[in-house]
């Protein structure tokens, strides 16, 4: 369990690096699109034949709310204190402009702003609901195990496309290199909020540790943290690492307004992993196109990280 995912990302990764076509990224990307919805509708699935979840889906519901603004808070604490001190968001702005480098210039801003509108974003929760219906009508006749290959064999398909777009996605290195190591630290500001957000609420609301503080980790990767987490602990805490993922995305869309009074950064903050793709364009609205480029590599970063920090966490649970 614990070194399958490292497996598939350098199956990916190495893969990533062999200068793949256009075309082929284009197929990659649609059989990673079936993975999801597969992933989504087995998931649901899940969730629907299980009773004991069923029955405590409101009460998981708010537990999520609470995980979910705590881990946002968190990282938008651990971020201003890195504003405050390592790395000052608005002289790095003024360097971007400075050098005329921002988001603009290195993306297609408005390809992300269509990619933002994509299907697949309501396709995938309305699978997960979809799934739970089928679940629960037809659990007398649904064979478990066939929904644990389908869940693992999803989740490999995607620790390997995320090893895919570490390979081919080597611009990021780039413009890590151009803005300085140091643009690295909102990164870390995230994930240790995350981490610590998530125990203070595992705390506060009596939830197994390891489900509270796994879920925050996810950073708003909720298909894989919510695949990841059903795999390793069942399906009531795969629901957490769903939900409270989903949550973080749209409380951040939400608060976007109050978060940038808080800081330049509190926004970067929520969006977290997200901000690689779905929370890209929402947030550089906010920040900034200079500062687009900083959520950019920070989504990225988030992203790439999120397979790796899973299996970890698992193995210091165990």
Avoid at 193 to 203: D, T
Wanted: hydrophobic share 50%; net charge neutral.
């Amino acid at each position: 369990m614990t070194w399958m995912p490292f497996v598939c990302l350098a199956v990916g990764f190495f893969t990533g690096m062999g200068n793949l076509t256009e075309r082929t990224l284009k197929r990659i990307d649609g059989i990673i699109n079936i993975a999801l919805v597969v992933l989504m509708l087995t998931i649901g699935m899940n969730i629907g034949i299980n009773d004991s979840v069923i029955s405590n889906l409101d009460s998981i519901g708010l537990n999520c709310i609470v995980i979910s603004l705590c881990a946002i808070a968190f990282s938008i604490l651990f971020t201003v204190i890195t504003e405050k001190t390592v790395l000052p968001l608005e002289k790095l702005r003024e360097k971007l402009s400075s050098e005329n480098m921002n988001i603009n210039s290195e993306i297609d801003i408005s390809q992300e702003e269509k990619n933002e509108n994509s299907p697949l974003i309501w396709i995938m929760p309305i699978s997960i609901v979809i799934g739970v219906i089928l679940g629960y009508f037809v659990r007398s006749y649904i064979l478990t195990f066939i929904l644990d290959y389908l869940l693992v064999g999803s989740l490999i398909i995607l620790y390997i496309s995320v090893g895919i777009s570490l390979g081919s996605n080597r611009k990021v290195f780039k413009y890590i290199r151009i803005l300085g190591l140091r643009v690295m630290y909102i990164s870390i500001a995230i994930f240790l909020g995350s981490l610590v957000g998530g125990f203070v609420a595992g705390m506060l609301l009596g939830v197994p540790l390891h489900t509270s503080v796994m879920s925050a980790s996810g950073m708003s990767y909720y298909s894989l943290t919510g695949a990841y987490m059903t795999q390793a602990y069942g399906i009531e805490a795969g629901t957490y690492g769903f939900v409270v993922n989903v949550m973080r995305e749209f409380f951040t869309v939400l608060l976007l307004p109050v978060l940038i009074k808080i800081s330049t950064g509190s926004p970067i903050a929520g969006g977290a992993a997200g901000n690689m793709d779905t929370m890209l364009v929402p947030v550089t609205k906010f920040v900034g196109v200079e500062l687009g480029l900083v959520t950019l590599i920070t989504g990225v970063i988030l992203t790439f990280a999120v397979p790796f920090v899973l299996p970890v966490l698992y193995a210091l649970f165990a």
